[in-house]
Every structure is written in C-alpha cells, then in structure tokens.
C-alpha cells in the first residue's frame, strides 16, 4: 500500500512504502509527463522515527520528527536536479498534554500556507498549528473526537485538464448541490 503521493513539478513523489525505495533509502517520483518511475534522494537526518513529505511554499519538503519525540526538522529540496536537501527550520514539539509519551508520534505535516504548518499524530487522534516564520504554536492539541484515523489530506487542481470535463451533462443526471 502506498501513501498519498506529493505533486510536485509534474511528478508524484513518495517517500516510502515501495520496496525499492524503502531498500536504497531513497524516494520514488513519478514524472507524469512520461510516465516513468524514478528513485530521488531523500534527506538521511540522524535519529529520526517518522517522516513525512510535504509542499512547503512551493518547495518539495520532509518532516524527520526525533526520537525524542520533542523536535521536528523541515528540510527543504533546494536543487531538484541535484536532489540537494537543506534544512529549513527546527520546530520545538513538546508533547500532547492528553497523550502518554508512547502513543505519540507525528506521523504527517502539511502546509496549510501563509508559513504555517499541520502537525498531525492521527493514531492518537491530535493535532498542532505551527507557525514557521513566528516560531510558535498557534493552535495546541486540538481532536478529532472519535474518529478513529483522520486523513490529512489537501486537494489542489487536477495535474491535467482532461477533456471528459468538458463534455456535456448526461440529461438523466440529477444534480446535486452541496452547501
């Protein structure tokens, strides 16, 4: 099973979860244009338990969350040709207040823009606002309730415009509106 794929510069970007990748420590990307599969390096922090692959500010970014649980480093891919890493920013997390010290883990960060971040732990349902460039949480532990594994996901555009959009409405459709 694969994890939900980073678009970035015509490609789909995984970090992990392909034997080929997970193997030489290397990520997989999809360049859709022609439709070929290749391995990318990927940042190698020391002492990291989770990653997780992200757009930041139209860069192609990893979160490595520490060991210690109490830190989250932004690397950022400077070069794309030359497949550089640069570490952006050092994020200070302390732990979830509600949450015992094993049961958490961050597990995915998305941008949410204007520098700010998504800092999520959906095994234990919780979840942090940080802002980069202010260097402090906006909102702490906030729940999801009782849903049992949330999805941190943001949908964009369509990579291509196909022409089936176009396409006349089938008459015998009943439309549907959302509010």
Not at 57 to 62: A, I, P, R, S, Y
Not at 79 to 86: I, N, Q, V
Not at 103 to 123: D, F, Q, R, T
Request: proline share 6%; hydrophobic share 40%.
């Amino acid at each position: 099973m694969y994890e939900v794929p980073v678009a970035y510069r015509e490609n789909l970007h995984w970090l992990s979860m392909h034997p080929q990748a997970n193997h030489t420590k290397k990520m997989l990307a999809f360049d859709t244009a022609s439709e070929t599969f290749r391995l990318m390096s990927q940042p190698s922090p020391d002492n990291t338990v989770r990653t997780s692959l992200f757009e930041l500010d139209g860069e192609l970014c990893v979160a490595a969350m520490s060991q210690s649980l109490t830190s989250l480093d932004i690397w950022g891919l400077q070069d794309y040709k030359a497949e550089t890493w640069t570490l952006l920013h050092r994020v200070h997390v302390p732990m979830p207040v509600l949450y015992k010290r094993d049961e958490v883990s961050v597990s995915k960060v998305i941008s949410i823009g204007n520098g700010a971040i998504l800092i999520g732990c959906p095994k234990c349902n919780v979840a942090r606002m940080y802002h980069l460039k202010d260097k402090r949480m906006i909102c702490e532990d906030f729940t999801f309730g009782s849903v049992v594994d949330p999805r941190f996901l943001v949908f964009n555009e369509s990579l291509v415009p196909h022409a089936f959009f176009d396409s006349p409405r089938c008459p015998d459709l009943e439309t549907i509106y959302f509010s």
